[in-house]
């Protein structure tokens, strides 16, 4: 390759693998995001079963898992830029 990447065992990266490299910080804070509703939206309806509160139950998690999603996605993008 023309620009000298290389993996970790020294053999040089295909441009799929540099792309894919070059995609994955961004690739995991949507799976942050993800992961936060999912979360939220559980805890939530789990509160609802519990308690017999539906729908407010799984409103309120799902708000805070959104809201918990962006941070830790927002929270990971800025720690890829200050590298």
């Known amino acids: 390759m023309e620009d000298g990447r290389k993996d970790k065992d020294g053999s040089e990266l295909s441009p799929e693998a540099r792309a894919q490299r070059a995609a994955a910080p961004y690739i995991s804070a949507v799976w942050r995001m993800v992961g936060g509703v999912l979360v939220g939206g559980g805890a939530g309806w789990f509160i609802d079963e519990r308690f017999h ?20 996605m927002i929270k990971g993008l800025s720690s890829m830029n200050k590298r």
């Open 53 to 72: 509160s539906s729908p407010w139950g799984l409103i309120v998690g799902l708000f805070l898992g959104m809201g918990a999603g962006f941070y830790a």
